[in-house]
């Protein structure tokens, strides 16, 4: 397998997650040494970047390694540098990692795809999440038998894959002769056209039907996939008619999942819906201070409380800000004062600010000088396409709204080519100063 390349596709869906500080800190000098049975081990500068991927990025990368390599079992760090020799470039392994972290917990198990650091132990909950939680309690105590199926839909980075992992985590411990099993919808349509092709359709239903709880991530893709509603639909009419739990999670509400068939819509809706928002303060409090004492990090209550009171977005970017306040605490090993916080979060928050999709294209537009339905239309002249290729880029980076969303919105675009615009843009930044200085002049038009 050519692991450059996997590790580099890994890198460029890692770097739409996180903050672009982050991705640079963290993930810089990162590359696949080898895989081995499954076993992927990332190279890593040195052990305090080692440390912090395990702790911080583990679930990450872990994830976006099984999208992309179908055989991934598990990720193991190690130490390495850069030797330089006959011309070439040597890399050579100085230190094995993993010592602090028992192996155990860094494995996904290959029979549920379940990872095991997902826990209720770690989940905070808060007004944001409860009712969801609440649900998750009761399914937990009744599989099957209450509110299925489940359906959580809610913005990225707000803990839904943490939440129905968890449940599933928890059944398979209370009810260990229950069969679980966690996937992306993805992974469900893949093995489906593969069962096609290959004249195995009985196989991949009995496959899926054998289990007592199935979690499906991300069915918010499913709407144009006509086959793959189709068989889900059965399969749902199975797991119901034998009291077996299914769940799902989404970004959107299935009312608003496109083209999604009415019988489906109807299935969801006869278990449970349920969102999870952004959090508020108190909730993103008590997450930050739980992370501190999981990292072992002494911040001043007034620092926390700035910090929780500064960044509102979800939680993926609070622990992002959390994180790149603890890297400095650690890097100048004494304590930070107010002044220090503020500039580190200065460059990493997101515009504090609340605007229709609309409204963003009608301000790329103007500053273009161009007709704002352009934008939506379907064409390949260059200005228009770099405007819209912009206007996507600020809704993902500034706004947090998902890609399909965003193409949904721009005429109706797939969602791969939203992610392959905001890449062409972020790629184009790092050397086009005319271009940075352009968008800092759209997003002074957005106040």
Same mark, same amino acid.
């Given at each position: 397998m050519n692991t450059k390349q996997l590790w580099k596709n890994c890198l460029v869906e890692i770097e739409t997650g996180i903050s672009k500080a982050n991705f640079s800190t963290w993930f810089k000098n990162t590359s696949i040494i080898k895989e081995d049975a499954g076993i992927v081990y990332v190279g890593v500068p040195n052990e305090f970047v080692r440390d912090w991927l395990i702790n911080k990025y583990h679930?990450?990368?872990?994830?976006?390694?099984?999208?992309?390599?179908?055989?991934?079992? *598990?990720?193991?760090?190690?130490?390495?540098?850069?030797?330089? *020799?006959?011309?070439?470039?040597?890399?050579?392994?100085?230190?094995? *990692?993993?010592? &602090?972290?028992?192996?155990?917990?860094?494995?996904?198990?290959?029979e549920d795809n379940l990872n095991p650091r997902y826990h209720f132990n770690s989940f905070i909950v808060g007004t944001f999440n409860e009712l969801a939680y609440a649900a998750a309690q009761a399914i937990i105590e009744s599989p099957g038998?209450?509110?299925?199926?489940?359906?959580?839909?809610?913005?990225?980075?707000?803990?839904?894959?943490?939440?129905?992992?968890?449940?599933?985590?928890?059944?398979?411990?209370?009810?260990?002769?229950?069969?679980?099993?966690?996937?992306?919808l993805e992974k469900f349509a893949t093995d489906f056209i593969n069962s096609l092709q290959n004249n195995k359709a009985n196989s991949f239903k009995e496959k899926y039907r054998k289990y007592d709880l199935l979690i499906i991530d991300d069915i918010q893709f499913i709407g144009k996939m006509e086959k793959?509603?189709?068989?889900?639909?059965?399969?749902?009419?199975?797991?119901? &008619?034998?009291n077996k739990q299914i769940i799902f999670s989404s970004d959107k509400h299935p009312n608003y999942i496109p083209e999604l068939a009415?019988?489906?819509?109807?299935?969801?809706? *006869?278990?449970m819906i349920v969102d999870i928002s952004e959090p508020e303060y108190e909730s993103r409090l008590a997450i930050l201070k739980v992370k501190l004492r999981e990292l072992n990090v002494d911040l001043a209550e007034d620092l926390t409380e700035y910090v929780a009171g500064a960044v509102q977005?979800?939680?993926?970017?609070? &622990?992002?800000?959390?994180?790149?306040?603890?890297?400095?605490?650690?890097?100048?090993?004494?304590p930070l004062v107010l002044s220090e916080v503020k500039n580190l979060l200065k460059n990493n928050m997101r515009p504090?600010?609340?605007?229709?999709?609309?409204?963003?294209?009608? =301000?790329?537009s103007e500053y273009y000088k161009l007709e704002e339905m352009s934008?939506?239309?379907?064409?390949r002249k260059k200005e228009i396409v770099k405007a819209r290729q912009?206007?996507?880029?600020?809704?993902?980076?500034?706004?947090?709204?998902?890609?399909?969303? =965003?193409?949904?919105?721009?005429?109706?675009?797939?969602?791969?080519?939203?992610?392959h615009s905001c890449l062409k843009i972020k790629t184009d930044l790092k050397n086009d100063p005319q271009l940075l200085q352009e968008l800092e002049q759209i997003r002074i038009m957005f106040k």
């Amino acid at each position: 397998m050519n692991t450059k390349q996997l590790w580099k596709n890994c890198l460029v869906e890692i770097e739409t997650g996180i903050s672009k500080a982050n991705f640079s800190t963290w993930f810089k000098n990162t590359s696949i040494i080898k895989e081995d049975a499954g076993i992927v081990y990332v190279g890593v500068p040195n052990e305090f970047v080692r440390d912090w991927l395990i702790n911080k990025y583990h679930k990450l990368i872990t994830k976006t390694l099984t999208n992309e390599y179908e055989n991934m079992r *598990a990720v193991e760090y190690v130490i390495t540098k850069i030797e330089n *020799a006959n011309q070439q470039e040597i890399v050579v392994i100085t230190e094995t *990692a993993n010592k &602090e972290l028992p192996l155990k917990d860094l494995y996904i198990n290959p029979e549920d795809n379940l990872n095991p650091r997902y826990h209720f132990n770690s989940f905070i909950v808060g007004t944001f999440n409860e009712l969801a939680y609440a649900a998750a309690q009761a399914i937990i105590e009744s599989p099957g038998t209450k509110y299925n199926p489940f359906f959580i839909y809610g913005g990225t980075g707000l803990g839904k894959t943490h939440l129905i992992q968890a449940v599933g985590n928890s059944i398979k411990e209370k009810y260990p002769g229950k069969k679980v099993h966690y996937m992306t919808l993805e992974k469900f349509a893949t093995d489906f056209i593969n069962s096609l092709q290959n004249n195995k359709a009985n196989s991949f239903k009995e496959k899926y039907r054998k289990y007592d709880l199935l979690i499906i991530d991300d069915i918010q893709f499913i709407g144009k996939m006509e086959k793959i509603q189709e068989e889900l639909f059965h399969t749902f009419n199975t797991f119901h &008619e034998n009291n077996k739990q299914i769940i799902f999670s989404s970004d959107k509400h299935p009312n608003y999942i496109p083209e999604l068939a009415d019988r489906l819509k109807s299935r969801f809706a *006869a278990g449970m819906i349920v969102d999870i928002s952004e959090p508020e303060y108190e909730s993103r409090l008590a997450i930050l201070k739980v992370k501190l004492r999981e990292l072992n990090v002494d911040l001043a209550e007034d620092l926390t409380e700035y910090v929780a009171g500064a960044v509102q977005g979800n939680i993926r970017e609070l &622990e992002g800000s959390l994180n790149l306040i603890v890297c400095q605490y650690r890097l100048k090993n004494k304590p930070l004062v107010l002044s220090e916080v503020k500039n580190l979060l200065k460059n990493n928050m997101r515009p504090k600010k609340n605007m229709a999709i609309k409204d963003v294209v009608k =301000i790329v537009s103007e500053y273009y000088k161009l007709e704002e339905m352009s934008v939506y239309e379907k064409t390949r002249k260059k200005e228009i396409v770099k405007a819209r290729q912009v206007v996507m880029y600020l809704l993902r980076e500034d706004f947090n709204i998902s890609y399909p969303l =965003i193409g949904q919105k721009l005429g109706g675009k797939d969602h791969t080519t939203v992610m392959h615009s905001c890449l062409k843009i972020k790629t184009d930044l790092k050397n086009d100063p005319q271009l940075l200085q352009e968008l800092e002049q759209i997003r002074i038009m957005f106040k």
